[in-house]
């Protein structure tokens, strides 16, 4: 939940202020548990959210405390895994966090790392790009700055609102210029744009 604080920053910029008084944002409490957010995040590439989360729950399950560590992923047999619905790909994927995170990881100080070292870090592993880090930034650690400029749900809310050019180029320049005023609560503004998103799709259904 933003403080009000928060809200009066942000609502200096006028477009946002027509849509803050209508979103109700939920608290976030940041987990340290990057390992299995960035998990979770794999399995749910390129899948519904009701497919995402039968294949995560059935992965859950190989776990006798109901989560998993890099060590027990290491040591599952590759078909296990695939058998609960993942790609050989996403499989891969999972293996390379696993052996990342066995190699040391697990001793970071995820809450005091600044966002670019964590964005550098995490992305060196193989299938998780700059867009999942951020992702695992906003909804997992509640940074406040971050700004997922790629994201395409940012970048449509963001022309529509603004009616900023379609070129994506040009569209992300005006939206960096926009979305400077919103520092240092970047992230804030990019979850009200989302859900902004998702309420006009809901009421155009």
């Given amino acids: 939940m933003p403080t009000p604080n928060i809200i009066q920053h942000l609502s200096q910029d006028p477009m946002l ?3 803050i008084p209508d979103i109700e944002l939920p608290t976030i409490n940041p987990n340290p548990d990057v390992f299995n957010a960035l998990v979770k995040s794999v399995v749910s590439q390129q899948l519904s959210t009701k497919a995402a989360a039968t294949i995560y729950q059935r992965f859950l399950l190989l776990f006798e405390q109901g989560h998993a560590t890099p060590q027990e992923i290491l040591a599952l047999d590759p078909e296990v895994l695939r058998a609960t619905g993942f790609s050989r790909q996403k499989s891969s994927y999972v293996a390379e966090i696993a052996r990342f995170f066995s190699e040391g990881a697990t001793a970071y100080d995820w809450h005091s790392m600044p966002d670019q070292d964590i964005v550098h870090e995490l992305t060196q592993i193989k299938g998780i790009g700059v ?12 940074r406040p700055d971050v700004f997922p400029i790629d994201d395409l749900g940012i970048q449509q809310s963001m022309a529509t609102l603004y009616q900023l050019p379609t070129d994506k180029r040009d569209l992300k320049a005006q939206m960096q210029i926009r979305a400077a005023q919103w520092q240092p609560w ?7 744009l989302w859900k902004w998103r998702d309420n006009l799709s809901t009421v155009s259904k």
Avoid: P
């Avoid at 867009?131 to 997992?140: D, G, N, P, R, Y």
């Avoid at 970047?186 to 009200?192: E, L």
């Fill in 186 to 192: 970047r992230s804030y503004a990019s979850r009200y």
């Fill in 131 to 142: 867009w999942t880090v951020q992702m695992i930034l906003i909804f997992h650690l509640g």
């Fill in 17 to 19: 202020a027509r849509i």
